[in-house]
C-alpha cells in the first residue's frame, strides 16, 4: 500500500461541531486575555478613545477573516495558513516559516495569559510577592497547563462552551457595573471616552496604528477555527454566518468595555494598572461583590485563551516534525497519554524563557510585550493569507465556497502590512522578540535538513561498501 492508500484508509474525523458549538468555540478563543489585559495599554496611546482602537482592529480582523472564509469553504481541511501557503506559493520553506510563526504566535500569546494569570492570582488572593513572585506564579501556571496538555486531549469542545460562557459573564460584569454606576456615582466621566490624548513624541495617526496594533491581540482567536474544518458539519454553510457573527460580538463587547473602563477609571490609572477591569468594577460598584468574583473569572478566561493556545502550538510542532522539517523527536507521541509529549514540553520551555525575559519588566509592559509580539506574528501571517486568496482565484473548484468582494484582501494585505511596519509606533521589543523566535525555528529547520543529508549520505556509504565487498566474489 503507497502513502495516498495509507492516506486514503485512514480514519475520518468526527463531524460533531454544529453552529452552536462552533460559535461558542470562536468566541471562546477570541474572548480572553487580550481586552483583560491590555485595554490600558491601548487607553495609554490614545486616551479615552480606546475603542475607536477596538473598532479599527476589529475592521482589519474582519477583512482577513473573509479571506480566511473563502479559503476554509474552499479547502475545508485541517491546517489553516499553513496549508493556504502550500496551495499558493508551493514553497516548502515558506509553508514552514508560516507554520512555525502561527506556532510561535500560539507561544506568545500563553505566555501573555500566564503573565495575567499571575498579576489576578495576587490580587484574588491578597498576596504581594512583587514581580519576582508574580514570574514565579506565572511558570508555576504554565508548568500546569503543559501538565494538563500531557494527559492528551481528553476534554471535549462541550467544556469550552462553559469556559466561554464565564469569559462573557466576566465582561458583561464589567459593562453593567459601569451603568450601574453611571446612575448611582458623579465620578462616571463618558465624556472621556470622546477625547484623544496621545503622548507628545506621538501624532494622532501613529498613535491611533499603535493602539490598533496591540487592540489586535484581542481580535485574534478566529484563526484557530479553520483547523476545527474537518470536525464541523457542513462547513461550507455553517462558517460564513458562525465565524462572522462571533468577529461581530466580540467587536461590540469590546467597544463597550472600553468605553465604560475610560468612563470609570481616568486614563492614568488605567494605563498602569496590572489588572485594569477589576480596578473598573472595584470603583464602579464598590458596594457589590463583583470586585471580588471578577479576578477569578478573568483568570478562567485567560486559562482557557492559554491552553487552546499550547495545544495549537504543541499540535503544530509535533506536525512539523511527521513532516521532517523539525527534528523527529518532537514527533514522539506518549504510548499511554496519545499525546506529543517532547512536542509539548518544547513549547512550554520556549514560554518558560519568554516569561523570564520580561521580568525584568514591570508587569504592564511585559504584558504589552508579549500581547504585542502575538499580533505581530500573525499579522505577518494574515499579510500571507490575504495575498494566498488573490493568487488561488486561479484554482477554480467546481464545490460551491464563500467568495469575499476582490477589493477587500488587497485592503487586508495593505492594512496587516502596515501594522507589521515600525511605521505603526511599535516599539523595537516586539520586532526582537519575534526575530530571535524566528530565527531560532530556520535554525532548527537548517539542523534537521543537516541531519537528514548526513543520514542520508551514510546510508549510501554504507550501500556502496555492501556493494563493493560483493562484487569480487561474484568476479
Not at 154 to 173: D, F, T
Not at 210 to 225: R, V, W
Not at 308 to 316: C, G, H, T
Not at 378 to 386: D, E, K, M, S, Y
Request: glycine residues 8%; hydrophobic residues 55%; contains cysteine.
Amino acid at each position: 500500500m503507497d502513502g495516498t492508500e495509507a492516506i486514503a484508509h485512514q480514519p475520518q474525523l468526527h463531524r460533531v461541531m454544529g453552529p452552536g458549538l462552533l460559535l461558542f468555540f470562536i468566541l471562546g478563543d477570541i474572548l480572553g486575555t487580550g481586552v483583560y489585559a491590555l485595554i490600558g495599554d491601548v487607553a495609554a496611546e490614545v486616551g479615552g478613545a480606546a475603542w475607536a482602537a477596538f473598532l479599527l482592529a476589529f475592521l482589519v480582523a474582519g477583512v482577513t477573516a473573509l479571506s480566511y472564509l473563502e479559503l476554509v469553504t474552499k479547502y475545508p481541511r485541517a491546517a489553516g495558513a499553513a496549508l493556504y501557503a502550500q496551495k499558493a506559493f508551493g514553497r516548502p520553506f515558506v509553508t514552514f516559516l508560516v507554520a512555525f510563526v502561527v506556532m510561535c504566535a500560539g507561544i506568545t500569546s500563553a505566555a501573555t495569559a500566564s503573565r495575567f494569570f499571575a498579576a489576578n492570582f495576587v490580587v484574588a488572593f491578597h498576596f504581594n510577592w512583587g514581580t519576582g513572585g508574580v514570574a514565579v506564579i506565572a511558570l508555576l501556571f504554565m508548568a500546569a497547563l503543559a501538565a494538563v496538555n500531557l494527559r492528551g486531549v481528553g476534554g471535549s469542545v462541550k467544556l469550552n462552551v462553559v469556559l466561554s460562557v464565564i469569559e462573557i459573564i466576566g465582561l458583561a460584569l464589567v459593562i453593567l457595573a459601569g451603568l450601574w454606576a453611571f446612575f448611582r456615582s458623579a465620578d462616571v466621566d463618558y465624556t472621556r471616552a470622546v477625547a484623544f490624548d496621545t503622548a507628545a513624541d506621538k501624532n494622532v495617526f501613529v498613535a491611533v496604528t499603535t493602539a490598533t496594533s496591540l487592540a489586535f491581540f484581542a481580535m485574534t482567536g478566529f484563526e484557530d477555527s479553520v483547523n476545527m474544518a474537518e470536525e464541523t458539519k457542513d462547513p461550507v454553510r455553517v462558517f460564513p454566518k458562525v465565524l462572522l457573527a462571533a468577529l461581530s460580538i466580540a467587536g461590540v463587547v469590546y467597544m463597550l468595555v472600553a468605553i465604560v473602563s475610560v468612563a470609570v477609571v481616568p486614563v492614568g490609572p488605567l494605563k498602569v494598572s496590572d489588572t485594569p477591569l477589576i480596578d473598573v468594577v472595584r470603583i464602579a460598584a464598590p458596594g457589590l461583590p463583583i470586585k471580588d468574583i471578577l479576578p477569578f473569572i478573568s483568570m478562567v478566561a485567560v486559562s482557557n485563551t492559554a491552553l487552546i493556545s499550547m495545544l495549537m502550538a504543541s499540535r503544530l510542532l509535533y506536525g512539523m516534525s511527521r513532516e521532517r522539517v523539525l527534528p523527529q523527536a518532537l514527533g514522539a507521541v506518549s504510548p499511554i497519554r496519545r499525546s506529543p509529549w517532547v512536542a509539548t514540553l518544547f513549547a512550554t520551555a520556549i514560554a518558560f524563557v519568554l516569561i523570564l525575559y520580561v521580568t525584568s519588566f514591570a508587569n504592564t509592559e511585559a504584558i504589552e510585550i508579549l500581547g504585542g509580539t502575538t499580533s505581530l506574528l500573525l499579522l505577518a501571517v494574515f499579510t500571507l493569507v490575504n495575498v494566498a486568496v488573490l493568487v488561488l482565484r486561479r484554482d477554480v473548484r467546481d464545490q460551491r465556497h464563500f467568495r469575499t468582494p476582490t477589493p477587500l484582501p488587497v485592503i487586508g494585505c495593505v492594512a496587516c502590512m502596515y501594522l507589521v511596519t515600525p511605521l505603526s509606533g511599535r516599539p523595537g521589543q516586539q520586532y526582537l522578540l519575534a526575530g530571535v523566535l524566528v530565527v531560532a525555528g530556520v535554525m532548527l529547520s537548517v539542523l534537521t535538513l543537516a541531519v537528514k543529508r548526513w543520514h542520508g549520505n551514510r546510508e549510501a556509504v554504507i550501500v556502496d561498501a555492501a556493494r563493493l565487498s560483493v562484487e569480487p566474489e561474484l568476479s
